[in-house]
């Protein structure tokens, strides 16, 4: 339970941080209201939970090929199914304004959340020493 909610949280910032990096990502009115921020890191989690494995399985073929690259395509639609399901559900201050912006901002998520986990599993290591 608790490493969930460490992701959910570490999904979040991740999210807060491409809000404030990418222009065509953003949370509508003044401000980011934390509870629709959390309601969006949660259905990120869930989409990259349920959905990202199936599409990966099927877009195996271009994994191979781009060595690795089309990884990125993927991201960008789960940012943008994201942002559409986070329409639909009605937190539709999450926006997601197109391909490109949904491609910078899933880099900008990787690089967040790997840099996030790193230290919160660097914390965890030294604290069980």
Known sequence: MKQLLLRLLINAVAIYVTVLLVPGIRFGGEGVDVGA???????????NAVIKP????????????????FTFIVNALM??????????????????????????GGIIIAI??????IFVSEDDKSRAR
């Open 79 to 104: 940012l943008l199914l994201t942002g559409w399901i986070a329409a639909n559900v009605g937190v539709g201050q999450f926006q997601v304004e197109g391909f490109w912006p949904a491609l910078f």
């Open 112 to 117: 967040v959340s790997t840099l996030l986990s």
């Open 37 to 47: 921020l959390l309601i969006v890191a949660l259905i990120f989690g869930i989409v």
């Open 54 to 69: 199936i599409v990966a399985f099927f877009t195996c073929p271009f994994y191979v090929l781009t060595l690795g690259l």
